[in-house]
């Protein structure tokens, strides 16, 4: 198969980690016969300091003349103190709104070779394996009204059932290639949008007899992230929720560097990136970790181009070179073999 | 000094729990000269079945009558399915509401004896004592409009400047007698309400240039409770991110059930309660933790009556009950002696 790839390698470690996810793309092609063609854009503060703007059309055009889209990391101080259009954050909220991202998804997994790093006791982190499904282009961050003066703010949190219902539904269907499992996160004691969330949940949940699911409020589902991890396989949210909780859940394994996720239009087209930030601190030292970036392309190969194969060559690929006890640099101390990001990128190109 | 202290002891081991604080009260009162008068109200799911309503316009004269209010728990499964006016929480609600309660503080403090029960790492949750400084008369709980049909469902945030400001002011005042450090913890970067939050931070931070400050956001902050939890001192945030944060944080120390809070109105007068729930499951059977609501009575003894030495008391005979090997059923398997909720009250009456 031939795919075009929009690349927004973004700023700071975004570009490393990025190149790194081509070079292993372009050796699951070698192995598999596709060609992919890469078409560079330009995303956040590069592209403030460059067009003046964090998501410049000529990028939006890229992105609509490809089959997907790949994204390094936005961000970083020196655009911090810019004023709120002009951030880097911005260009990746008006690609989410303009393309439809709805569902993002964000694997939380424990690799049992690196659980000695996580905060959370080893036998609290073992087993962790689940999915949180967050809504991505409504609630708070887009309703209206939205603004604030001296005196008084105001934001607005609005749902349609058709926003509710598509992502409750992707995550019906994730569930079933899963464990069968939904634990649809809300606080339908406060919220009126709960209250229609839950709602529909269990509208939805009738459709799926085989799936079993329960409800839990935010609060407890923010305290048993912690105390039972294990006990989740497919959460979904509202869009705040799954901001706090999805991140919250990102450092339960310790392995964050290594978290992938993808943000998806209904239609398959999605928009892939590692959950870690630009680093600016570390950036150009070749000693990010990639793996965020690589397992993000390989959700994007499952999702968007529906070649499962090469997405499980890709995701055992770096199973095996983590189980050889290579890791990159944020793991010091741990008793493993210390790559840079080039040869972790190529010690993963050497399993495919 | 002679108090009058409005008691909704409320429902499963709220009862108990409450019982075992006023007995420690009681001797607090005997040792200090203090008279304490209670007057029981109904609150929660015990009151709609008795009144028909969470919060009965009995309990509202009684504690507008009091001193300062001491609340068990609300709720159980009972009352999951009544329509929203009918349940338990709407009667916390509406108290927090008609009594303008609007900062809730809650402690998290690790006890080094109990770092064993901890899901996180004994190195990580080792030294945590932090501060969580909730607004909780505003945001998103109170907004309007707020309505859902079957098509859609609106929540608003509001936020006027002083309710930002009180509470913002109380977290400077509390972090002078504490390490001098807030962490304002907001979503700055999409929320307009976060940045009015900030900006009021920055104004009130200027009025205390002893107090170290900075602002997180709030997914940032998810991940350092778990991460670096210890690095904390007084944390600020609105409602919603308060309900959630501080759920977060009351699992980091393993110790739930010692957990105090305190909710109070600018002039001092406040309800204090522990942070567990009704636990119907193991109502009634005298296994339940009364630390919890043992130390909001400190926080009342402080806060409300200004019995600085009667609250450390009481403070040190539950540290040193604790030090000294008990606890109560929850920590099993720990090598420690289990007391029962009777028993613990008395041992710790036996220190004051
Ligand atoms: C940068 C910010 C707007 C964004 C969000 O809150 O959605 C980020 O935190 C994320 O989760 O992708
Ligand atoms: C019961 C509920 C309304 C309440 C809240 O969200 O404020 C509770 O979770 C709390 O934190 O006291």
Same mark, same amino acid.
């Not at 209904?266 to 600016?280: K, N, Q, R, T």
């Given at each position: 198969?031939?795919?075009?790839?929009? /690349?927004? =390698?973004?700023?700071?470690?975004?570009?490393?980690?990025?190149?790194?996810?081509?070079?292993?793309?372009?050796?699951?092609?070698? =192995?598999?016969?596709?060609?992919?063609? !890469?078409?560079?854009?330009?995303?956040?503060?590069?592209?403030?300091?460059?067009?003046?703007?964090?998501?410049?059309?000529?990028?939006? =055009?890229?992105?609509?003349?490809?089959?997907?889209?790949?994204?390094?990391?936005?961000?970083?101080?020196? !655009?911090?103190?810019?004023?709120?259009?002009?951030?880097?954050?911005?260009?990746?909220?008006?690609?989410?709104?303009?393309?439809?991202?709805?569902? @993002?998804?964000?694997?939380?997994?424990?690799?049992?070779?690196?659980?000695?790093?996580?905060?959370?006791?080893?036998?609290?982190?073992?087993?962790?394996?689940?999915?949180?499904?967050?809504?991505?282009?409504?609630?708070?961050?887009?309703?209206?009204?939205?603004?604030?003066?001296?005196?008084?703010?105001?934001?607005?949190?609005?749902?349609?059932?058709?926003?509710?219902?598509? /992502?409750? /539904?992707?995550?019906?269907?994730?569930? *079933?290639?899963?464990?069968? *499992?939904?634990?649809?996160?809300?606080?339908? @004691?406060?919220?009126?949008?709960?209250?229609? !969330?839950?709602?529909? /949940?269990?509208?939805?949940?009738?459709?799926?007899?085989?799936?079993?699911?329960?409800?839990?409020?935010?609060?407890?589902?923010?305290?048993?992230?912690?105390?039972?991890?294990?006990?989740?396989?497919?959460?979904?949210?509202?869009?705040?929720?799954?901001?706090?909780?999805?991140?919250?859940?990102?450092?339960?394994?310790?392995?964050?560097?290594?978290?992938?996720?993808?943000?998806?239009?209904?239609?398959?087209?999605?928009?892939?990136?590692?959950?870690?930030?630009?680093?600016?601190?570390?950036?150009?030292?070749?000693?990010?970790?990639?793996?965020?970036?690589?397992?993000?392309?390989?959700?994007?190969?499952?999702?968007?181009?529906?070649?499962?194969?090469?997405? @499980?060559?890709?995701?055992?690929?770096?199973?095996?070179?983590?189980?050889?006890? $290579?890791?990159?640099?944020? $793991? *010091?101390?741990?008793?493993?073999?210390?790559?840079?990001?080039?040869?972790?990128?190529?010690?993963?190109?050497?399993?495919?």
């Amino acid at each position: 198969m031939k795919k075009r790839v929009a /690349v927004l =390698r973004g700023d700071g470690i975004g570009k490393e980690v990025t190149d790194a996810a081509i070079s292993v793309l372009e050796a699951i092609g070698r =192995r598999f016969h596709h060609e992919f063609e !890469w078409v560079y854009g330009l995303l956040g503060g590069e592209a403030i300091d460059t067009v003046g703007q964090p998501l410049p059309d000529e990028t939006i =055009r890229i992105c609509e003349e490809s089959d997907a889209i790949i994204l390094g990391a936005v961000g970083g101080p020196k !655009w911090d103190n810019h004023p709120s259009h002009l951030r880097p954050e911005k260009g990746l909220l008006q690609i989410r709104k303009h393309f439809e991202l709805s569902v @993002n998804l964000r694997p939380v997994q424990a690799f049992k070779s690196l659980l000695s790093v996580s905060p959370l006791k080893e036998e609290v982190a073992e087993g962790v394996d689940m999915m949180i499904v967050r809504e991505l282009t409504g609630g708070l961050y887009f309703g209206e009204p939205s603004f604030h003066d001296n005196d008084k703010a105001v934001d607005t949190l609005v749902y349609g059932r058709d926003e509710i219902e598509r /992502v409750v /539904v992707h995550a019906f269907e994730l569930a *079933k290639q899963r464990r069968n *499992k939904v634990t649809s996160v809300d606080k339908a @004691n406060v919220l009126e949008s709960s209250k229609l !969330w839950r709602k529909i /949940v269990e509208e939805v949940a009738a459709r799926y007899p085989e799936v079993e699911y329960d409800h839990m409020l935010v609060d407890a589902a923010a305290m048993k992230l912690i105390t039972y991890p294990s006990a989740f396989d497919v959460i979904v949210t509202e869009n705040m929720f799954g901001d706090i909780l999805s991140d919250e859940a990102s450092v339960i394994t310790g392995s964050l560097g290594m978290l992938p996720s993808a943000s998806l239009r209904v239609d398959g087209f999605g928009l892939y990136e590692p959950i870690h930030g630009s680093a600016p601190d570390i950036a150009g030292k070749n000693i990010a970790n990639p793996i965020g970036a690589i397992l993000s392309t390989a959700m994007m190969l499952r999702s968007s181009f529906s070649m499962l194969e090469e997405a @499980n060559t890709l995701e055992t690929a770096v199973k095996n070179v983590l189980e050889a006890g $290579f890791c990159t640099s944020e $793991f *010091k101390n741990i008793g493993r073999q210390i790559l840079s990001t080039t040869e972790m990128t190529e010690k993963i190109i050497s399993e495919i």
